[in-house]
């Protein structure tokens, strides 16, 4: 089993930026693929990104591609997500996922690929 905490949600004005973490426990954290999925009110749950397990690759939905950066500190456990030039649309309780393998081509965008979920940090970006 293993458990994800996330940290580092918060209110911040458009343009600004945050840094979210997420802590995980419970398995060899560096056999882990990690993600960051966000969901807005009254929206499904979107992928924002994906970094392997020696952090070597990663992914990212098209759309916030050089805006946010997906990062891995295998020796603390956690993963990051620094997301800069925020935007009222990135609004959303953001989720880290854990997987026990990594997901090829666009399997990495599919909730469903993922084992273990951590409980969501709301981000709220203001205009």
């Known amino acids: 089993q293993v458990q994800l905490v996330e940290s580092g949600g918060g209110l911040v004005q458009a343009g600004g930026s945050l840094r979210l973490s997420c802590a995980a426990s419970g398995r060899t954290f560096s056999s882990l693929t990690m993600a960051w999925f966000r969901q807005a009110p009254g929206k499904e749950r979107e992928s924002v990104a994906v970094?392997?397990?020696?952090?070597?690759?990663?992914n990212y939905a098209d759309s916030l591609k050089g805006r946010f950066a997906i990062s891995r500190d295998n020796a603390k456990n956690t993963v990051y997500l620094q997301m800069n030039i925020l935007k009222p649309e990135d609004t959303a309780v953001y989720y880290c996922?854990?997987?026990?393998?990594?997901?090829?081509?666009?399997?990495?965008?599919?909730?469903?690929?993922?084992?273990?979920w951590g409980q969501g940090t709301q981000v709220t970006v203001s205009s």
């Open positions: 996922a854990a997987a026990r393998s990594w997901k090829y081509g666009s399997r990495w965008s599919l909730h469903g690929e993922y084992d273990y």
């Open positions: 970094i392997s397990g020696s952090g070597g690759t990663t």
